[in-house]
């Protein structure tokens, strides 16, 4: 069993920055891929970014390309999702996801996923 913490979440205004940390712990073995996804009130959850094991990949949806870095330490079994720039419309619930292989950006890639962290930005 996985279990996956998030940390960071908080209200912020527009134009300013969050960095958001994801603390896996259990039976983490192999080089799994590690995901942040987010899901707004009344929408879909939807993807954000992802790393692979040596942090070699990465993935970002079109909206937070270049605002947006997601960076992980395995020493520390943590992702990071380090948010600039941010906007309105990035408030949400951000979840972060373990998985093993798979397309970064489909949730049906990830086996694992925490609770989720609130973001909220004011403009």
């Known amino acids: 069993q996985v279990q996956l913490v998030e940390s960071g979440g908080g209200l912020v205004q527009a134009g300013g920055s969050l960095k958001l940390s994801c603390a896996a712990s259990?039976?983490?073995?192999?080089?799994?891929?590690m995901g942040w996804f987010r899901q707004a009130p009344g929408k879909e959850r939807e993807f954000v970014a992802a790393?692979?094991?040596?942090?070699?990949?990465?993935d970002y949806a079109d909206s937070v390309k270049g605002r947006f870095t997601i960076s992980r330490d395995n020493a520390k079994n943590t992702v990071y999702l380090q948010m600039n720039s941010l906007k309105p419309e990035d408030t949400a619930v951000y979840y972060c996801?373990?998985?093993?292989?798979?397309?970064?950006?489909?949730?049906?890639?990830?086996?694992?996923w925490g609770q989720g962290t609130q973001v909220t930005v004011s403009s």
């Open positions: 259990g039976r983490t073995f192999g080089k799994n891929d």
């Open positions: 996801a373990l998985g093993w292989g798979g397309r970064f950006s489909y949730s049906d890639s990830y086996e694992y």
């Open positions: 790393v692979n094991w040596s942090g070699s990949s990465t």
